[in-house]
């Protein structure tokens, strides 16, 4: 094989694998929308006119949020499912408890979790277990950002 | 001399006239009897310029291992096509399918999605949806 064919090839190969990294990040809700018009009506008219009217609300509501916070939410459902099972359900019940907090102490989570984020992972346990954290947070608080926590990127 | 066309053995006489290996009676018949037959005499002259065309030829010379270079060729032809069978032709099928299973395009998408996974998605996109852009 000459050289000149292994570098086509190569290029092939970092070309397809650039494509596939570059590709956005897939969901049950993407999949739905690839399906074709017919495809997608099939789909809904086996459900219960009820069923089938709230799920094409929801899903209308979906598309109209702007791009990138439908980017973001993509990012985090694909972050959730990579989790196992029984992680997942801790995260969405934590998200349930921190739904339940008073806004303003909603906020104060949603900026300690943000500022984690910037943290690689031992740090963000370092934070976790300093004086400032558990003097800011209440002891559900503090359940709830680390039951939050595998939600956050990796660093 | 009766003519040689008639009876079964005429090529016989004629080859061996033009090869010049009949006995001398036999063949100065022959000679005799050219004379006067056309058939007989065109199929003679025919023999004898196969046999010049022949004589001439000789002049090519062959070399002593003429043959063993012949064979030696016959071999080289198929240990080169037991090369390209073995070696050529599996590394073309190789690079082929890796260019085939790089080119090839996802199909266009039409997955068989079960709307429980769509309302379960939209369920965890609403429960998500709450933290905002904190994370």
């Known amino acids: 094989m000459s050289g000149r064919t292994l570098l086509v090839i190569a290029a092939m190969l970092v070309s397809t694998l650039s494509a596939f990294a570059r590709r956005p990040p897939k969901t049950p809700i993407d999949d739905f929308e690839r399906m074709s018009p017919e495809q997608r009506q099939r789909a809904l008219n086996r459900l219960p006119p009820a069923q089938r009217t709230k799920l094409e609300e929801r899903l209308q509501r979906f598309r109209q949020l702007p791009p990138e916070q439908q980017g973001a939410l993509r990012n985090l459902y694909n972050r959730l499912h990579e989790l196992p099972p029984n992680q997942q359900e801790s995260v969405r019940k934590a998200i349930n408890r921190f739904s339940d907090q008073a806004p303003k102490r909603q906020q104060a989570m949603r900026d300690e979790l943000r500022s984690m984020g910037a943290l690689p992972a031992p740090d963000r346990e370092a934070r976790m277990a300093s004086r400032e954290f558990r003097q800011n947070f209440s002891r559900r608080e503090q359940g709830i950002v680390r039951d939050m926590l595998p939600l956050l990127p990796s660093r | ?135």
């Open chain 2, 1 to 135: 001399m009766k003519c040689p066309l008639e009876f079964d053995r005429s090529a016989e006489l004629i080859v061996g006239y033009g090869a010049r290996t009949l006995d001398p009676a036999t063949a100065a018949a022959f000679e005799r009897h050219i004379v006067s037959c056309d058939e007989c005499r065109a199929a003679a002259a025919l023999q004898k310029a196969v046999w010049a065309a022949l004589d001439e030829s000789q002049d090519l010379r062959v070399c002593p291992d003429f043959d063993r270079r012949v064979f030696e060729r016959i071999a080289q032809a198929e240990r080169r096509g037991r090369w390209l069978w073995q070696v050529l032709v599996p590394a073309a099928a190789s690079i082929a399918l890796a260019a085939v299973l790089l080119l090839r395009q996802p199909p266009p998408a039409q997955p068989a999605v079960q709307m429980e996974q769509v309302e379960h998605a939209l369920d965890d996109m609403d429960l998500l949806k709450q933290l905002g852009a904190a994370i």
